[in-house]
């Protein structure tokens, strides 16, 4: 609603530009009755002969500065703008000086300025204001305020006195509470830190850390890893590439249920599903070369001790095969190739081959726990890597003597025990000298299996990426000293 003049006669309205000012009927009874008599508009007159029909301001009207001598108007009762008594009214030419407001108001300023100065003079200087000077009374009564000035300067000391307590007061309190803030601040600031040591993150990862973590036995082997596989894991919005592959090699080496990595790494365990899914058999790609099956003369080159008797020193690889358990199969097929009589468990079996120094160089698929040594070897196409002359170290239940003799290789296995009473003497020691070489074979399974992941019951669902965790956990235990030194 537009705002407008309310006085007779005005047709001053509130328009954008406008520097005129419109004020408020005043709320106080006294007050509010002296403006309406000053406004003279005629329903009001006419209310005192008919209460019923008197003018009330609805509380939207507004008088402007126009009618006002100085533009605004005053508190102070002995002001002249104290109401407004600038109208556009038919007045007499001969007006006297007591009804002309202009003439009252410069007598009102002249009054007001003779009392400050005899003020300063008897009195010690203020900090009284110019309203306050205003809000004086008129010249007909300055000489009856005379006398009480003095009470009223020493209640304005004792005011500034108390302002100026109350201001110390905050000061302090202000003081205080900044030093608090700070303290607060500083504890905040300890508190994110100690968060963020304490948090799952491939940003904080120590050694220690990534041993425990990853079995990585450094930071800088697992950012040789990362770097491996970077260009081929996008980022998520909820983590980073490094998050990614900490997360995946934490489910393998510590056996985490998805729920418990999500709650490390906050985030859904949808996510910890999705990562793991995808980035095992990145994995399983870009790190099966430290699976690395070596020339005979990097072998002999590398020898340990223990195999350089003549009558070892041409071993080329150990062979055993290991076994993890896993859920019962659903499907009558897959639940009789499974089932391994020797583990009395449903399991998957995996050919692992050594160097005589300790290193992975073979590895096979994961197989049904049923299939024997011998048709696992076959299978996984070992024979394609053995050279005429080789010796292959391995356990009784690998009776491939005849495939190695068709390839020019040698079969050294502890001797069958089966319908003989007593070994003779230099066959006992052969097989203890055997046993004591092919047992490096069984510590790198222990190594690999060192991965929970492959020593707790397999989920059927994690079925389908067992092979490529097999390869890598295999693959990372060829980033770890030597076995056999």
């Known amino acids: 609603m537009p705002t407008s003049c309310c ?190 040591k304490s948090s799952t993150s491939a940003s904080n990862l120590t050694d220690a850390k990534c041993k425990l973590f990853t079995g990585i036995p450094t930071v800088a082997l697992f950012m040789f890893v990362f770097r491996l596989v970077s260009d081929f894991i996008a980022p998520l919005k909820s983590m980073c590439q490094q998050d990614q592959i900490l997360m995946t090699l934490m489910k393998l080496r510590l056996g985490l249920k998805n729920a418990d990595l999500a709650l490390r790494f906050s985030v859904s365990a949808s996510t910890v599903s999705k990562v793991i899914n995808r980035c095992i058999p990145i994995l399983a790609v870009r790190l099966k070369f430290l699976i690395h099956w070596p020339s005979k003369e990097t072998v002999k080159r590398n020898l340990p001790k223990k195999f350089r008797k003549k009558k070892y020193s041409n071993c080329r690889v150990i062979i055993d095969c290991s076994e993890i358990f896993t859920e019962r199969p659903y499907n009558l097929k897959t639940r009789a190739k499974t089932w391994s009589n020797y583990k009395h468990h449903h399991t998957f079996k995996f050919l692992v081959g050594i160097t005589p120094y300790g290193a992975v160089s073979f590895l096979s698929s994961s197989w049904g726990g049923r299939i024997s040594d011998k048709d696992i070897t076959l299978k996984s196409r070992f024979y394609n890597k053995v050279e005429y002359g080789d010796m292959i170290m391995a356990d009784r239940g690998f009776t491939i003597s005849e495939e190695l003799a068709l390839k020019g290789a040698t079969l050294v296995m502890p001797p069958f025990t089966t319908g003989r009473k007593q070994l003779p003497g230099r066959i006992v020691q052969d097989a203890r000298q055997i046993s004591t070489l092919r047992i490096h074979v069984e510590r790198a399974i222990e190594r690999i299996k060192n991965f929970q992941i492959l020593s707790q019951i397999c989920p059927l669902t994690f079925a389908p990426l067992l092979s490529d965790s097999v390869v890598i956990c295999a693959a990372l235990t060829n980033l770890l000293p030597k076995l056999i030194k």
């Open 7 to 196: 006085a007779l006669n005005c047709t001053n309205r509130k328009d954008k530009g406008s520097r005129k000012k419109f004020f408020r009927i005043p709320a106080e009874p006294g007050r509010r009755a002296a403006w309406l008599r000053a406004l003279k508009r005629s329903d009001f007159e006419q209310g005192k002969k008919n209460p019923t029909a008197a003018w009330t301001p609805r509380g939207h009207e507004r008088v402007c500065s126009d009618h006002f001598i100085s533009g605004n108007p005053s508190k102070d009762p002995a002001d002249p703008d104290y109401v407004p008594s600038l109208f556009n009214l038919p007045t007499s030419a001969s007006c006297n000086r007591s009804r002309n407001p202009v003439a009252k108001k410069d007598r009102y300023m002249r009054a007001a300025k003779r009392l400050r100065v005899s003020s300063e003079n008897e009195a010690p200087p203020t900090s009284l204001n110019d309203e306050e000077m205003i809000a004086d009374p008129p010249p007909e009564s300055v000489e009856t305020l005379r006398d009480p000035l003095p009470e009223s300067v020493e209640t304005l000391r004792e005011q500034l006195t108390k302002v100026q307590e109350e201001k110390c007061k905050l000061e302090q309190f202000c003081e205080s509470l900044q030093s608090e803030a700070d303290n607060l601040r500083e504890e905040r600031d300890h508190l994110q830190e100690q968060i963020k």
